[in-house]
């Protein structure tokens, strides 16, 4: 899954109504690493057929965590400096979210158990950005607020 941070934005996607599975929720970029790649080029692919991302630098990578199905996930943030031409794939994307980092640190999150996990809730204009989703972003924030920063040196 890649956490694409593009200038002082992170990257989300509202997915697809259509989608078989977390139709309509709010995620970053990802999907199943395929035979022959790594977690770096699956994260880089999936951002790419997802949202047309290209030209973004792998950074490194924050702690795996679980969905609350029980998926393991390897998140990957990738940085690129500006706001590139970005273009949903509809059959998988609804819409681009783009989230400024300075008001993703002003939201005050919330937590629920599911299924035996913590699970974080991040309401951001109007949509809850919550689930794995939720979990990696709360894992981002702090470590960006540790002040690993600039990007470059944040993993």
Known sequence: MAVPLLGEH????LRSPRLPTHAGQ??????????????VEAALREAEEEVGLK???PLGFLSPTYSPQGFLVQPVVVFREDLPPLKPNPEEVAEILLAPLGELLEVEPWSE???GR???HFPWRGVDIWGVTGNILKAFLEVWREGKSPPHELL
Do not use: A, K
């Not at 992170?10 to 996607?13: C, E, G, S």
């Not at 709010?26 to 977690?39: A, D, K, L, R, T």
């Open 10 to 13: 992170l990257l989300f996607t």
């Open 26 to 39: 709010v995620s970053f970029p990802g999907g199943v690493v395929e035979p022959g790649e790594g977690v």
């Open 55 to 57: 030209g973004v630098e």
């Open 113 to 115: 158990v599911r299924l």
């Open 118 to 120: 913590i699970v974080w």
